[in-house]
């Protein structure tokens, strides 16, 4: 995984850790402000979580997407705040819980980045036109290395105080995480549904 502070205070001893999800980038979170220290794991080429929590007082878990399953398996022994989920859930690739393992094998076969983006940005893809990505076969391989990693330690358990969902997703199943969670909190959005946000404190 790579890492990298989006926000940095000082002045605060409050971090907000955010796993993105499958493709994220640091560019894809730009609109979002925040008067606390914030920190995005992404690139999931690895995962090697090497950061010292210790130097914050209190700390936000923030997980999107494929970064909620991650997030449940790598962060689970650290003393947490507030954990908020995003559009996924902590068995993604699965029959009832996620992305059935057909489907997800499939678009790992026939993987296309014009493709991804049209489903994770919807109608919103004329304000990501700054967004970055890998290149496809980048991509590829990171998605096979999320499909290794989330089907590892399946049922190992962690819960979320707020869970969210778009109802306008392409990508995660909205049954999924009802299933998994019960009643999120419903976004007019799609998947990516940050920019239904202007503040990470507003998550």
Partial sequence: MKKIFLHQNADSGDLIVVFGGFASHPSHFSHLKSQKNVLLFFDYEDFSL????????????????????VASKMMRSLPLGAKIALNGTNQPIDRNLG????IFRKNLENFSLKAFKKSLLAEREKLA????FKDEAGLKKELGNL???CQKERHLAFEWDRVYASAHDEIFPTKAIKKS????IFLNEPHFAFFAFDFWEEL
Avoid: R, W, Y
């Fill in 129 to 132: 036109q700054d967004f970055e």
């Fill in 99 to 102: 992305i059935h393992p057909g």
């Fill in 147 to 149: 499909l290794d990693f």
């Fill in 50 to 69: 090497e950061f010292d929590f210790k130097a914050f007082e209190n700390i936000t878990l923030i997980a999107f997407s494929m970064g909620v399953c």
């Fill in 181 to 184: 969670f019960g009643a999120p």
